[in-house]
Nanobody, 115 residues
Framework: QVQLVESGGGLVQPGGSLRLSCAAS????????MAWYRQGPGTQRDLVAI???????NYADSVKGRFTISRDNAENAAYLQMNSLKPEDTALYYC?????????WGQGTQVTVSS
């Protein structure tokens, strides 16, 4: 069974940084796309960043220039480096992985940006 497990969330002050990790139960190289989504209180789950197997990336406008998505085949993990965090970045962050025929989600890691 394929599993994605997020870690790295927490409480951070505005302007701070966090690095989220997504550990996979199989080689990251199997995934076509890997992505991070987030869902704030009372909102829908939205795409934050996506990275393809070839390394192409795309970001939500709200995080461009502040967040960086990456994937490491050797570590079987994907990452989201988040800098210059704002209170509106507060949300539950989910890791997403797409294999050839199936998609998978992690359980989420909470990010809270507050002073």
């Amino acid at each position: 069974q394929v599993q994605l497990v997020e870690s790295g969330g927490g409480l951070v002050q505005p302007g701070g940084s966090l690095r989220l990790s997504c550990a996979a139960s199989l080689s990251i190289n199997n995934f076509y796309d890997m992505a991070w989504y987030r869902q704030g209180p009372g909102t829908q789950r939205d795409l934050v960043a996506i990275i393809t197997k070839s390394g192409s990336t795309n970001y939500a406008d709200s995080v461009k220039g502040r967040f960086t998505i990456s994937r490491d085949n050797a570590e079987n993990a994907a990452y989201l480096q988040m800098n210059s965090l704002k209170p509106e970045d507060t949300a539950l962050y989910y890791c997403y992985g797409k294999l050839r025929f199936d998609t998978y989600w992690g359980q989420g890691t909470q990010v809270t940006v507050s002073s």
